[in-house]
């Protein structure tokens, strides 16, 4: 997840680098000698957390298909001392596609050891309060679940109401707090992808802080 604002508070987005060294700890990509040791959380959830609660992981975290498959499989290899027998066991498991097959199930690792999601839903309403009147929050996410946390942050603060659709009667008393600047979140065209592959799954949404003290007519 990249992060940048534009008013009284900047942050810095993640640069290629840091993404990678971030990610560098639990890697899945093939021909990648298997030296890296599992450790710490991400060992106890190869070794000791139940099929059960690791099938929940992969699928909500990895949008796994064969989610219970390669929770089985990770099971049934304990133990497991390195990411590269992990992957190993994973690829047996998980359904095959343009991706390498362990792809989705080390997202679902790392996200679920680093927090990465609740992080997300805990700044983007501290970022939108640290900006300025007219400051523009710009959020570029890298898989389909911290986008769907995005877009469901941006849809309810730019709106008035947030009661139910078939509430007859607003009772929220909520505001909107920004406006809208991407209806649709913008992505790389062909030319950026060749150049940066890892803009393939980049999509950047952003908004404009308003008025908080306007009422609607």
Known sequence: MGISSDGE?????????????????LSAKRGERPKSELKGASKHMADSMSEKQLEQIIRTYGEEPKARAVARAIVAAR??????????????AALKGDIDAATRTFQAIRIEVNGELNQLEQALPLLTKLLSFG?????????????????????????????PPKQPVCTCDHVATVQKITTKPLVGDSTEIAINPRARSAKLRAVEKINKNKRRD
């Not at 497991?80 to 992990?86: D, I, N, P, S, V």
């Not at 995005?150 to 309810?156: E, G």
């Open 9 to 25: 508070t900047a942050m810095p987005a993640k640069s290629a680098a840091q993404q990678k060294a971030a990610g560098a700890a």
């Open 79 to 92: 133990p497991l001392g390195t990411t590269g027998e992990l992957a190993k066991v994973v690829r047996t």
């Open 135 to 163: 400051g523009r929050l710009a959020i570029i996410s890298f898989h389909s679940l911290e986008d769907r946390i995005v877009k469901q942050f941006f849809d309810q603060e730019s709106r008035d109401c947030i009661c």
